[in-house]
């Protein structure tokens, strides 16, 4: 008798299996409803429900508007578990960084100072190169004026200075964004660090 238990074991083991399997059940576009041990092949409007041997739903059938959804809300949710963990380490930067609200404000305005004084020098040489095309234009105009060719070499500093006031407008346009986003964070760590403290209060 013992001889026959390995097979007795398998004989067993595959009615377990065949137990846990799963059947399908789906409806297809004519309004029929299908049963099967195996998925459909194509893809289904209604969706294909996923049943135990028993008839207990594991799955339910999901049309491919309703899986879009729920896709839709799962992203979102996780979005959401993002922000929230974002925000927690955010706050716990603060609170690491800086022992009280002044010592906050000191960092920043360190910060702000750093970029005015790069804008400041920036705007300086701007000025000095309107100045100097200023000068070039006048010297210019006289020579057209008495009917006399303009030199090439100030015909070119004219050129080059103009493309060095369009790469600065340029220079400046940036820095002065950069400025101004470094202003506006600034004032919200304020305000974030007001909060977290005050609720610690």
Do not use: F
């Amino acid at each position: 008798m013992t001889k026959h238990l390995p097979a007795l074991t398998l004989l067993l083991a595959c009615n377990t299996a065949m137990a846990d399997g799963a059947l399908y059940k789906w409806v297809d576009d004519a309004g029929k409803v299908h049963y099967s041990d195996a998925a459909p092949l194509q893809n289904q409007k209604q969706g294909v429900a996923e049943l135990s041997r028993q008839g207990t739903v594991r799955k339910q059938a999901e049309s491919e508007q309703a899986r879009r959804q729920r896709e839709a809300s799962e992203a979102q949710h996780k979005l959401e578990q993002q922000r929230q963990l974002d925000s927690a380490r955010y706050d716990k930067g603060l609170l690491e960084s800086y022992r009280n609200i002044d010592e906050l404000k000191a960092d920043r305005e360190k910060q702000l100072s750093i970029l005015q004084a790069s804008l400041d020098a920036q705007y300086s040489r701007l000025k000095s190169l309107n100045l100097q095309l200023r000068d070039m234009l006048k010297e210019q105009d006289v020579s057209q004026k008495m009917h006399r060719p303009v030199p090439a070499g100030l015909l070119h500093n004219i050129q080059v200075i103009q493309q060095e006031q369009k790469g600065l407008a340029a220079v400046l346009a940036t820095k002065q964004a950069e400025y101004n986003s470094v202003r506006q964070k600034m004032q919200e760590d304020i305000n974030r660090y007001q909060q977290i403290t005050h609720g610690r209060q």
